[in-house]
T-cell receptor, first 113, second 115 residues
Framework: KAGVTQTPRYLIKTRGQQVTLSCSPISGHRSVSWYQQTPGQGLQFLFEYFSETQRNKGNFPGRFSGRQFSNSRSEMNVSTLELGDSALYLC????????????FGPGTRLTVL | DQQVKQNSPSLSVQEGRISILNCDYTNSMFDYFLWYKKYPAEGPTFLISISSIKDKNEDGRFTVFLNKSAKHLSLHIVPSQPGDSAVYFCAASSGGTTSGSRLTFGEGTQLTVNP
């Protein structure tokens, strides 16, 4: 069974731009969560989607948003990029909402210049 | 407020010996705990988990122990192998279908296994 896939793997953007990252969960998994990893803050929860609905949201500004499609694929969007948004963005999937065992993709490395 | 803490940023052990990685938590609502292993530029790989109704869970060379009264868990790797060298993250969840799958992670411990 294929794992979680994320595209693109690397992105370079400039301040003020917006970016969209994509995540395809493991086949059959219906819950997708997003995390941000930075050297200073570690791994932090962004949001979780299940059945196309956001079920849980972390402590991030409204510039960070996401959505989930009927095939469980998910996208996250960051608008008005800031230098501090440079990070590794990780997507994780699980069978159900509240499915504690989450399986991570390789991440998208975003660099904001 | 760091609800999950891994107080050792690094640990070095000899091949074949036991590696013990520790994790402490403060939130009494956490009821599910996981360990992940991470290589640079890759996503975390799930290793092993434990529910709060248990105090021990084993999977091959990996054993996780949970001490609820002390709010402490540990991961034992026996025997340690050079390929185990990676950053290990402890994570916790309050779980349940009503609150979602939000994982709270510790800062990570860099394990180095020397041949």
């Amino acid at each position: 069974k294929a794992g979680v896939t994320q595209t693109p793997r690397y992105l370079i953007k400039t301040r003020g731009q917006q970016v969209t990252l994509s995540c395809s969960p493991i086949s059959g998994h219906r819950s997708v969560s997003w995390y941000q990893q930075t050297p200073g803050q570690g791994l932090q929860f962004l949001f979780e989607y299940f059945s196309e609905t956001q079920r849980n949201k972390g402590n991030f500004p409204g510039r960070f948003s996401g959505r989930q499609f009927s095939n469980s694929r998910s996208e996250m969007n960051v608008s008005t990029l800031e230098l501090g948004d440079s990070a590794l963005y990780l997507c994780a999937s699980s069978l159900w909402a509240g499915g504690n065992e989450q399986f991570f993709g390789p991440g998208t490395r975003l660099t904001v210049l | 407020d760091q609800q999950v803490k891994q107080n050792s940023p690094s640990l070095s052990v000899q091949e074949g010996r036991i590696s013990i990685l520790n994790c402490d938590y403060t939130n009494s609502m956490f009821d599910y705990f996981l360990w992940y292993k991470k290589y640079p530029a890759e996503g975390p790989t799930f290793l092993i988990s434990i529910s709060s109704i248990k105090d021990k869970n084993e999977d091959g060379r990996f054993t996780v122990f949970l001490n609820k009264s002390a709010k402490h868990l540990s991961l034992h790797i026996v025997p340690s192998q050079p390929g185990d060298s990676a950053v290990y993250f402890c994570a916790a969840s309050s779980g349940g279908t009503t609150s979602g799958s939000r994982l709270t992670f510790g800062e990570g411990t860099q394990l180095t296994v020397n041949p």
